[in-house]
């Protein structure tokens, strides 16, 4: 399958018993290029404990399948539990959950991946968390619960289902080439306003409005100010011990104005969240910068 398979060592915790995340990433072929961030599965044990709870920060659009115990998952005022297949929007808020000893497969809609596979406006399904075989949006994934909850088959055999899916959905879109220059215009960080992106994207700013509400998800000054935060979350994730000062983005004037956004993308002050253990997503985050090149979706470039 040409996948990179990386164990998490033991997560740190304040009490309790530490579980164990084992990571695998899943390049997708060629043929997918710029659709996805990667299909990852992942196996959580954690032991003689309950379920663990995290964050998940900001992300693009995900469909997850659930093999063991199934999560509990918010974001604003949207929530999912008892549920096998699970299905976000792009989001712009954290994804509080919960979750038991599991095995999961996950995959990431990139942009241009939402074009072919999604007949819904990116905008419409912003911050939400819902059963994928319930929402119109998804249904069409959900046969492959099938296969990938089914705690029998085989790694190979799950991996091959959702090529198999994936190559049967798939459906070109018009737009890609736009999708893919505003994509790449937003992850250089080098656009510091919107004018500035419209630029980078060749369109106008009144294209570029409707491109990033229908595939996006988002207006471009919010999408750009969700990159400068990613870059300074990741940053303070991966070096354990660093302070906020020494991760915060370049781009940000002060501590000031970097609390207020921590408080507007995971509606909490940074060190409230500097002091939550994170045993599911530290460990994931530092297997995905390792096997993947960048520790969130976010960062995730349109084309390898």
Same mark, same amino acid.
């Given at each position: 399958?040409?996948?990179?398979?990386?164990?998490?060592?033991?997560?740190?915790?304040?009490?309790?018993?530490?579980?164990?995340?084992?990571?695998?990433?899943?390049?997708?072929?060629?043929?997918?290029?710029?659709?996805?961030?990667?299909?990852?599965?992942?196996?959580?044990?954690?032991?003689?404990?309950?379920?663990?709870?995290?964050?998940?920060?900001?992300?693009?659009?995900?469909?997850? *399948?659930?093999? %063991?115990?199934?999560?509990?998952?918010? &974001? +604003?005022?949207?929530? /999912?539990?008892?549920? $096998? =297949?699970?299905?976000?929007?792009?989001?712009?808020?954290?994804?509080? *959950?919960?979750? %038991?000893?599991?095995?999961?497969?996950? &995959? +990431?809609?990139?942009? /241009?991946?939402?074009? $072919? =596979?999604?007949?819904?406006?990116?905008?419409?399904?912003?911050?939400?968390?819902?059963? %994928?075989?319930?929402?119109?949006?998804?249904?069409?994934?959900?046969?492959?619960?099938?296969?990938?909850?089914?705690?029998?088959?085989?790694?190979?055999?799950?991996?091959?289902?959702?090529?198999?899916?994936?190559?049967?959905?798939?459906?070109?879109?018009?737009?890609?080439?736009?999708?893919?220059?505003?994509?790449?215009?937003?992850?250089?960080?080098?656009?510091?306003?919107?004018?500035?992106?419209?630029?980078?994207?060749?369109?106008?700013?009144?294209?570029?409005?409707?491109?990033?509400?229908?595939?996006?998800?988002?207006?471009?000054?919010?999408?750009?100010?969700?990159?400068?935060?990613?870059?300074?979350?990741?940053?303070?994730?991966?070096?354990?011990?660093?302070?906020?000062?020494?991760?915060?983005?370049?781009?940000?004037?002060?501590?000031?104005?970097?609390?207020?956004?921590?408080?507007?993308?995971?509606?909490?002050?940074?060190?409230?969240?500097?002091?939550?253990?994170?045993?599911?997503?530290?460990?994931?985050?530092?297997?995905?910068?390792?096997?993947?090149?960048?520790?969130?979706?976010?960062?995730?470039?349109?084309?390898?």
């Amino acid at each position: 399958m040409g996948d990179i398979e990386l164990v998490g060592e033991p997560a740190r915790s304040t009490g309790g018993a530490m579980p164990l995340v084992r990571s695998r990433f899943h390049p997708p072929p060629e043929r997918f290029e710029g659709c996805f961030t990667t299909f990852y599965h992942l196996d959580l044990d954690t032991g003689t404990g309950g379920p663990v709870e995290d964050y998940l920060q900001p992300e693009w659009s995900n469909i997850r *399948f659930f093999a %063991g115990a199934c999560p509990e998952a918010e &974001i +604003g005022t949207s929530r /999912v539990e008892d549920t $096998r =297949f699970t299905a976000t929007g792009p989001s712009s808020r954290p994804c509080h *959950f919960r979750l %038991g000893t599991s095995r999961m497969w996950g &995959i +990431g809609f990139l942009p /241009v991946g939402w074009a $072919r =596979f999604i007949e819904a406006d990116a905008e419409s399904l912003a911050n939400v968390v819902c059963d %994928g075989a319930a929402h119109p949006a998804f249904a069409r994934f959900a046969p492959l619960a099938g296969v990938l909850c089914d705690p029998e088959a085989t790694l190979e055999e799950q991996y091959d289902a959702i090529l198999e899916a994936m190559d049967r959905l798939m459906r070109p879109n018009r737009d890609e080439p736009k999708i893919v220059r505003v994509h790449q215009a937003l992850v250089s960080g080098e656009c510091a306003t919107v004018s500035q992106l419209a630029d980078a994207g060749g369109m106008s700013i009144r294209t570029l409005e409707r491109v990033c509400a229908r595939y996006f998800g988002f207006t471009p000054k919010l999408l750009m100010r969700r990159q400068r935060f990613m870059r300074s979350l990741t940053a303070f994730m991966l070096r354990e011990g660093s302070r906020w000062t020494e991760a915060m983005d370049g781009e940000y004037h002060d501590q000031a104005q970097f609390s207020r956004e921590f408080r507007e993308f995971m509606t909490m002050n940074p060190s409230e969240y500097a002091a939550l253990d994170h045993p599911i997503l530290s460990a994931f985050m530092e297997a995905r910068a390792k096997a993947w090149g960048s520790a969130a979706q976010t960062l995730d470039k349109p084309a390898r």
